[in-house]
């Protein structure tokens, strides 16, 4: 038998349907290459083999009597950022030490729904905060992919790193991740996935740890278009637990697939052309709009003009919002506990101990812009700079623009410890940050691979509510580019 | 903008954060550079420009005043690093 690892996961579905493996099986191929792969990834910090093995002994069962949801007997992997009920759940935090939930995310309760297996909870920088896995309490995640020639290791992007190497490496058939600035999208384009960022209020934020409460978003990451399409579907959903969960019924985004773009109008951002970006990025998003071009899209060149202060203004609003949210971790309710001569100092030592560096230095900017005398220099301030970024793209589909493509990350991936200046590294998220503060859909589809044999991505933008284009398209661009899997060396 | 270590010793103070010498100025220095880089702003004409204060135009959802959870405080302690009957206990606060 072929390793049923290397199935995308539209095909694994196909198969477990015409019986051609079980979902035991499956699952114990996917145990097996994680216990292989692991010590040397490190995509996953938990594994639930037993629980693994149970779900997918009562697929089986349902599939046996030809029932079964829509991801029947599919193993996935877990960001841990997900409450899973009696499961490591810490956000690859030291303050969550021992954190198990006695509740589980609606977007997971979604999944075990539709049939799906879990495998296990995945690596990522803590609280969110980071883009390349090294914030996570329990060390770096690899990338499966290395520069031709080659042994360094390099950093999968993040925050989502672990759901993205889980992915390129096939230690599951797809994962959930979350987004609040690039979190799905830019370690997808470093690791050949795709993965997307649905409209803020398509999946509920019920039981995913909060990060910046306004931008936060829920998505997978996959190894194609379609298994992309395939597992937003199941974690989209309307929840009475999420005031933010809007009240719209979930398409069926599989349906999109295979529909022609001829006539739909992509734009192009003259903004997103920035200093210094490396020319095989260019070349990237040119090959992208010829690609679009030859399928029959119309190419219109539109502007975005207040892009460059997407950034900025993201570093004031989700610093403000996490020091609030990051403030119930006070070592009384849950995790971590350093005892202290009194209440205060309790609270003191347990946050210096708990929490690492990235997400300290976060604590402390938000605290700063939020207190007393400098609330409107600079959280007003950047509000309002959001509602100007949001404009921009109202008026860009308003002219009638369908889809906007741009580049996903002004790089491929880069070496642990090459990025240490804070700023430097808030700078890959550069093209994506933009679309959280606007609440709009992205998805990153793999293009391409760099001089050095890594992968690049692009990345397009979509109306509100609007996921089934960017599928539409994103499809396109994959069907031209290929797919694209890292050598085995792990 | 910038801070002087003075002001992060008040702000890590504020945050429920405790911070060495050596750790402060180290945050120093981190926290002056986001504030340059944030900075940009002063650029943006805001004049007249409201908060964003919700990406999606929908009135947020309220449900209805009702008791739909709870009677399982061994749940919600189950979490925590010091509990006695169900209470989540804390040093003294009250002499």
Redesign the interface.
């Known amino acids: 038998m072929t390793d049923l690892t290397n199935l995308t996961l539209a095909d694994a579905r196909d198969g477990l349907k015409a019986k051609s493996f079980s979902s035991a099986e499956l699952t114990e191929a996917f145990l097996g290459a994680i216990e292989a792969a692991n010590p040397k990834i490190n995509a996953y910090v938990a594994v639930t083999g037993d629980q693994a093995r149970d779900m997918a002994k009562a697929s089986d069962a349902r599939l046996a009597k030809g029932e079964g949801g829509a991801l029947e007997g599919l193993p996935l992997g877990i960001k841990d950022l997900f409450a899973t009920k009696g499961v490591h759940t810490q956000a690859c935090s030291h303050i969550l030490d021992g954190f198990k939930p006695e509740y589980e995310s609606t977007v997971t309760s979604n999944l075990w729904a539709d049939g799906a297996v879990m495998l296990g909870k995945l690596n990522m920088d803590e609280f969110a905060m980071g883009s390349s896995n090294e914030t996570s309490y329990y060390g770096n995640v690899v990338n499966p992919w290395r520069k031709t020639g080659s042994d360094q290791a390099l950093v999968p992007g993040g925050s989502s790193g672990g759901s993205a190497a889980a992915v390129a490496a096939s230690l599951c058939l797809g994962a959930t991740a979350t987004d609040t600035g690039g979190s799905i999208r830019q370690p997808a384009a470093l690791t050949g996935t795709v993965g997307i960022k649905p409209t803020y209020g398509r999946c509920s934020r019920w039981g995913v740890v909060a990060f910046a409460s306004s931008l936060d978003q829920a998505g997978p990451i996959a190894k194609t278009v379609r298994d992309c399409a395939i597992l937003l579907k199941s974690m989209a959903s309307v929840d009475p637990k999420d005031t933010t969960s809007v009240d719209l019924p979930v398409p069926d985004y599989e349906a999109a697939l295979g529909k022609s773009v001829k006539g739909l109008r992509i734009g192009i951002p003259a903004e997103y052309r920035v200093d210094g970006m490396p020319a095989e990025i260019e070349a990237l998003w040119q090959q992208g709009i010829a690609w679009l071009k030859d399928a029959g899209a119309e190419i219109v060149n539109i502007s975005l003009p207040h892009t460059k202060y997407a950034l900025p203004a993201y570093y004031i609003v989700a610093p403000a919002e996490a020091s609030s949210n990051l403030a119930r971790y006070d070592g009384v309710r849950y995790g971590l506990r350093v005892p202290g001569n009194d209440i205060v100092d309790m609270y003191e030592n347990t946050r210096a101990a708990g929490f690492g560096s990235e997400v300290q230095r976060r604590i402390l900017i938000g605290t700063y812009v939020l207190s007393a005398g400098y609330y409107d220099a600079y959280y007003l301030k950047a509000q309002k700079v959001r509602t100007l970024i949001k404009r921009d793209f109202d008026l860009a589909f308003e002219a009638g623009v369908d889809a906007i493509l741009t580049p996903a990350t002004p790089d491929a991936a880069f070496a642990p410890g090459e990025i240490t200046d804070p700023v430097a590294m808030y700078l890959n998220d550069i093209f994506t940050v933009t679309v959280n503060m606007a609440g709009l859909p992205g998805l990153s589809v793999p293009a391409g691979l760099s001089a050095s044999g890594l992968p690049l991505g692009l990345q397009l933008i979509g109306r509100p509510f609007d996921e089934e284009t960017l599928f539409q398209v994103a499809e396109v661009i994959e069907k031209a580019a290929g797919r694209f899997t890292a050598s085995r060396w792990w | 903008?910038s801070?002087d270590i003075q002001?992060?010793k008040r702000?890590?103070?504020?945050?429920?954060?405790?911070?060495d010498e050596a750790s402060a100025a180290r945050?120093t220095g981190?926290?002056n550079?986001?504030?340059g880089?944030?900075?940009?702003?002063d650029?943006?004409n805001?004049d007249g420009?409201?908060?964003?204060?919700?990406?999606?135009a929908?009135t947020?959802?309220?449900?209805a005043d009702g008791v739909t959870d709870g009677g399982?405080p061994e749940?919600?302690?189950?979490?925590?690093?010091?509990t006695e009957d169900n209470f989540?206990v804390?040093?003294?606060?009250v002499e």
Do not use: D, G, H, W
Not at chain 2, 11 to 19: E, F, H, Q, T
Not at chain 2, 37 to 41: H, I, R, S, Y
């Open positions: 903008m801070v002001t992060v702000v890590a103070r504020l945050a429920r954060i405790k911070v945050m981190e926290l550079a986001i504030l880089f944030v900075e940009q702003l650029e943006v805001i420009i409201e908060p964003l204060t919700s990406v999606v929908q947020m959802k309220k449900r399982y749940k919600v302690v189950a979490n925590a690093p010091v989540f804390v040093p003294k606060v």
